[in-house]
């Protein structure tokens, strides 16, 4: 019944490739299905102005999408700027991953991560979530290394998954048909112990009832037990 | 405990004036405690290009703040440009209202409701949607007066609220002072049959039980029905 | 004659509602006719970097119009920049105020006044000057009642309105629909004691003789004595 | 007792040299002492969208400066953008040239006047709507001898001339180091047979009384006729 | 000498990997050493304003850096706009290509090359212009396979390498260490025949003589006969 | 042959004429037949903030074109942003000045080269440094009779032409009509001492071989040595 001949709970394959680049402190690849992003972690000793002598750490990110990464191209945003959307994802992306971060253990620096989506498949700022709280393990492992960074400053992981309403029936990790036509879907963005960071339910043109939105967040929270062991495989 | 002394299911007092604009085809003003929004709805018989000839309305939103509607004067954005912020804000009004809009009864035709924030104190996203709808509400009944909409093409109130977990303790309408400090905060839009439309939960620096959303989502449905209360009385 | 009915020498009513606003130090609403602005006055002790221990102060204004004050709705600036005739209002609001600042007495800290349309039916820019002298004189009260500034730094009241030649006669405080059709129309900023702060005579189109402005400049005279009175009811 | 120990009525010498660039329909080179003003008309068969099919002519005008034309090298407005000040001044060049402008004998179709300082020492608005007009007057001239325009569209010269109040003293024909001083200046733009246009008197930190406007209202009446005749013997 | 240990002639080891991503109707993977680029082609059917109608094909092309390809990370241009260095980039692979393309013969439509930098470690604009070319060739492909085209518009292979002068001595191939020490460089675009595109060499506080540039163009030569073969095979 | 009548190898006529404006520390106006392009010299004692405490001067460049200074009026830069095209010229203007700059004998200061085109008849790069060479020699003798700077700077000339084929005949000094006809064409910079700076060879739709290079490359030597004849002329 789904486009994708998956059952309703079932996610898409998932792998995450670590240290695919050579520059980035930290960074992996995620693959979710056909969306796939390159999550990069850099770290920055200078905080931004309004956190000098704070003594506390900072984690935020930048998203982006390589013009050809969908079906049809897209516009260039270094030519025509950052969409709505894409800020809107980027601020999402920063304030999932820092609800996990013990700021005073970071110290004052910055971590950067860089989520740019090679390929679209739907469910890019999931992906992205759950990819950059990868590249951010590793650039956090780097500074525990070099001891510049005690104690941990990572109290859990982080990781997202979407899910939607399509053709009447909830259904997990949509992809990009389904998302197409889904008139309410949502993300989750979980901890792994299974605490709540972030949800985000939305109808377009339809509304949904308060069970409808409970089946979502069962789907969600399996979805979200089958990335963290995705995220423990890859740190191995 | 609350410091407006406010109990934690208690909203602040609303109200809701209409067609405080000579111009605008709907308007009003909602008062939400110290939160204070001028919504306008105005009709444009042109449609965006790509909406041409499809038969269907559109209903967009847009908004903004007065520099000084806040605690310390904030940069004008004619000045700066739309923040991420703001820009997050005005899609996510314009997505809420359209979620009970027929747009094949409403016609080919595009209602712009404009929120601008005249004071604030915490909600004014979702004094925004309350008030945006009753200026929809005016403007399409200009329409159907005027015989140029036959069926109605709003199939039902929209009304939003926002809950918090503060100091420890779920509460109701958070005003500036409590919205500052809760790890944890969620905007609900609801319609007055009590359908969904959006639920965005989010916490910075911290996470949440799924019991703990449930009661949010409890008093934000009681908040919703007074606020429903409040259009109707404002539109008598 | 007039489209209004009044008199060629009759001003609109006028009225001035001061402290409308919560946080602002100074603020009123300024009601001339069917055009309202909302005017605040925001203290910050910070200069711009070129006046940096000078000792003196500084007094700036922006201003703004919501999308829809106007008839039909006007493009949110917010997303567009800000128009070459808003900037040429917000430096004429500035320098007419600062005609009857004393510097030194107002100490190095800067005084912003915002001027927002809410409701526009033509004269907009004198009723910001009227109604932003009214903000400002509020600020500045409240900076002596804390004793931050001892010697009054207003050496007198600002206030402005707009003449016109509409159908072949020079006419007092033109409204849209004469300033629509008017071929020449002016600005004139004057002092409570009737000294000239700014003349601005303009034809579009059209040319006229000087005896004209010096009528015009006759209703202009009596006009200000208007709104100076109207400043100081609102002030007492 | 004026810098340049001109008496308080004399003007700088004036000269217009035409056609000094190759490509412009109309051009040529003011020099009113030290500001040396570069003008061009382009004709352009297309008209601004809102005119079309109205059968209306229009003429319109663009400012510019140099970086270096000034004293100290100024920001290149290419990479900063228009500031409010070239705005201002480019919108009322255009207003002035129009004035006496008969639209319909234009015919549909546009004149862009390009003003580019040289070298500037005060004045140069002024210079650019004199210039501007003998540009205009030349690229009309060769839309009349082309057949393409039969009735003359200009109705009379434009010329413009600043004035103000220095050392106490109202002067005529301010140059830099008088402008930088001057508590109250003004620019006056007249028609050949001395019909106003535009004035527009000014005080930045200062106020001034009505017989001293008049005093520099008669100045101007005298330089503009200069300035008319060195347009006229340009032209022959 | 060279830090890499490679002889002057030698390049570093080029790999090109095709149809690596499954939206475009073109793309490549290519490697040299640690510079890797992604360059997809995309088909688009609508021709600039400018050509339509004009029975001729278009080429262009588009080229970004991810922020953290580089050493330390660079600003994310989709915030900051594209710089200088990046517009002069794609302008050259734009035109690069072009001169191996029948315009006539790809028929009324636009080819868009995206290039972007994964990793960087020296001469992007050279691989981006290597690569292009191969998914500019695959695009053509489909577009003849799908009988849309039916002569071949590429009339010959287009591949580009740097060349310098590194401690005195000229080398092929620069990577980051050589590229930014190096006081002479230059970029060569060849065809597959031999014949010469794009000279571009260039001197930062240093000058070169004539036969030094002959010995750099015979270094270019030998490298592009390697990426031509390299071409080739990816394409087999 | 050649539209101008000019054999293969002949320049247009050059003139140099220095000190054209009134406050830049040097200045000139290089005519090359039609193209005519205003330089001048800025001397700001501030660095850009990256060179401070270096010891190290700077040279740079800013380019620009007036709207109408080409056949037909292009849009101006100050109203919609320097083009990709003016920020190539730009850097490459200021890359080839310093390549004859002994930058710590130039002292901690920057001079700034504004290169203004007032009229465009093709080569206005190359004019723009020929003629910038000049007016950073005039700003350059400035610091050294003020004894601010000890030992020249400036190690030798530098000037640049551009060749090009132009129906199958290589070309000296190519003007418009030439430029836009021609499939190759190529800028050289080059000292007083025939030493190379830039070479930039370019085919749009087309390609060349070694010994057209070859013979472009001779052509321009010839030019330069005309181009460094009349900077010293000029300079005497």
């Not at 102005?49 to 998203?63: D, F, H, I, Q, R």
């Not at 809107?88 to 609800?99: C, D, H, S, T, Y």
Request: with cysteine; proline share 4%; hydrophobic share 40%.
């Amino acid at each position: 019944m789904r486009p994708s001949g998956r059952a309703v709970g079932e996610m898409r394959p998932v792998s995450i490739e670590t240290s695919v680049t050579r520059h980035a402190e930290g960074s992996c690849m995620i693959r979710c299905g056909d969306t796939h992003v390159l999550c990069t972690a850099s770290i920055d000793e200078r905080v931004p102005p309004w956190m000098k002598n704070s003594g506390l750490g900072w984690v935020t990110a930048e998203y982006g999408m390589l013009p050809r990464a969908t079906h049809t191209r897209g516009k260039r945003e270094a030519k025509n700027g950052q969409s709505g959307r894409t800020q809107e994802i980027q601020r999402l992306i920063g304030r999932a991953l820092r609800a996990c971060v013990d700021r005073p253990a970071l110290g004052e620096r910055q971590i950067i991560i860089d989520c740019d989506v090679i390929q679209a498949d739907g469910g890019t700022r999931c992906a992205s979530i759950t990819g950059g709280w990868v590249a951010l393990r590793l650039a956090v492992n780097s500074l525990m290394k070099a001891g510049l960074v005690r104690t941990d400053p990572l109290t859990d992981h982080v990781a997202a998954v979407s899910c939607g309403i399509y053709a009447g029936q909830p259904v997990l990790d949509l992809d990009y048909p389904e998302d197409s036509e889904a008139g309410v879907d949502g993300n989750f963005v979980l901890t792994g112990r299974g605490r709540l960071i972030e949800v985000q339910m939305s109808a377009e043109g339809a509304t949904f009832a308060r069970d409808e939105m409970s089946t979502l967040l069962d789907l969600a929270s399996a979805g979200i037990d089958t990335l963290v062991a995705a995220q423990k495989t890859a740190l191995v």
